[in-house]
């Protein structure tokens, strides 16, 4: 248990739907990255938040939203969704504003769009 | 441009042979290179994070090298076991962004 708890872990809905993932970070990690993975692709950054706040801004879809709560656990919003949304989701947190050292990953959503 | 290429895409060894993925970056200024572990459908896994100053770094019988000045980094797997199938990445940071490789992905056959 890499102490990232994302959930659910497996999600299946239909076209034009919209959906929302959570992320718990590891115990006392203030950033929350969310990623992208298509079936035999790399990671694609999406958004990182830190301590509530936006920090970075990837390749986000405009269909796709998050945030961080209070507590710190973060939320991915993916709306009118389409077939080539169907990814595996994943979330990591690290202590400081950067990933420069501490940087961990939870075990991901995988999201099946029909 | 800042980018990370990793090669083979994709390598079938043996159970018990000795394997060396390459990863070449052009990430600068360079803060650390890691190594990730992902299993089929998992999250990434951190095997070593290395600096700057860092040649080698070990975990169990993953060896990860580091020329700096070459922009070249190595993953060494001895001794090759069937739960080392997976894919590996390679990961550079710089500043505060992290440059994603596209991953090897490593089969090994009993």
């Known amino acids: 248990d890499s102490g990232v708890t994302q959930t659910p872990k497996h999600l299946i809905t239909a076209t034009g739907q919209r959906v929302t993932l959570r992320c718990s970070p590891r115990?006392?990690?203030?950033?929350v990255y969310w990623y992208q993975q298509s079936l035999d692709q790399g990671l694609q950054f999406l958004i990182q938040?830190?301590?509530?706040?936006?920090?970075a801004k990837g390749n986000i879809l405009e269909r796709f939203s998050a945030q961080q709560f209070p507590d710190l656990h973060s939320e991915l919003n993916l709306s009118s969704l389409e077939l080539g949304d169907s990814a595996l989701y994943f979330c990591?947190?690290?202590?400081?504003?950067?990933?420069?050292?501490?940087?961990?990953f939870g075990s991901g959503t995988r999201l099946t769009v029909v | 441009k800042n980018q990370v290429e990793q090669s083979p895409q994709s390598l079938i060894i043996l159970e018990g042979k000795n394997c060396t993925l390459q990863?070449?970056?052009?990430?600068?200024?360079?803060?650390?290179l890691r190594w990730y572990k992902q299993d089929t459908g998992r999250g990434p896994v951190s095997l070593t994070i290395?600096?700057?100053?860092?040649n080698t770094k070990s975990n169990g019988r993953y060896t990860a090298t580091l020329d700096a000045d070459t922009k070249q980094s190595s993953l060494h797997i001895t001794a090759s076991q069937l739960s080392d199938s997976a894919s590996y990445i390679c990961?550079?940071?710089?500043?505060?962004?992290?440059?994603f490789g596209t991953g090897t992905r490593l089969q090994v056959f009993p």
């Open positions: 938040y830190y301590n509530g706040e936006e920090r």
């Open positions: 990961v550079v940071s710089y500043t505060d962004k992290l440059i």
């Open positions: 115990s006392g990690d203030l950033s």
């Open positions: 290395m600096t700057f100053s860092e």
């Open positions: 990863c070449n970056y052009t990430v600068s200024p360079f803060s650390n």
């Open positions: 990591a947190s690290s202590v400081e504003g950067g990933p420069l050292w501490g940087y961990t």
